[in-house]
């Protein structure tokens, strides 16, 4: 029998501090690391915060009041997720990135009017593909 991955940091007294965050994430820790220090360079707010009906803490990051991307941590990796109208699926599709990326925002099912957009970081290489998709949902209306 396999057992599914679940998501992580489902206490909410514990905050998902950099000592936490690397504990659960381990390797993938300095991917975290190097998305932090983009946010930062694109004056984009991470913030972390308990999510009582998901039961787990979650990171929302924002451009002023724009929600960007959500961030989730799971055992060895963290997730990613953007929410794109499905209007702009085209413009995703046009990036360049990664054919298996493109691929697998096909294959996720909507949520509502959206498309998930969603990254596995297990290590960096996702990062600039990562950007691109990002600078897309920044621009996007």
Do not use: H
Not at 28 to 54: I, Q, V
Not at 56 to 74: D, F, G, N, P, R
Request: glycine share 4%; with cysteine.
């Amino acid at each position: 029998m396999t057992v599914k991955n679940v998501v992580q940091l489902r206490d909410e007294s514990d905050y998902p501090n950099n000592e936490v965050l690397a504990k659960v994430l381990g390797q993938s820790y300095g991917a975290y690391e190097d998305l932090l220090n983009l946010f930062k360079k694109l004056d984009l707010n991470p913030e972390w915060r308990y999510y009582k009906d998901g039961n787990a803490w979650l990171c929302k990051v924002q451009k002023k009041k724009k929600t960007i991307v959500w961030i989730s941590a799971w055992e060895g990796y963290f997730q990613a997720a953007f929410y794109f109208p499905l209007r702009l699926l085209d413009n995703i599709l046009e990036l360049e990135i990664d054919q298996k990326l493109k691929d697998s925002f096909l294959e996720t099912k909507n949520v509502g009017k959206s498309k998930p957009c969603i990254f596995n970081f297990y290590n960096r290489n996702l990062l600039d593909d990562f950007e691109k998709v990002m600078l897309l949902k920044i621009k996007s209306k």
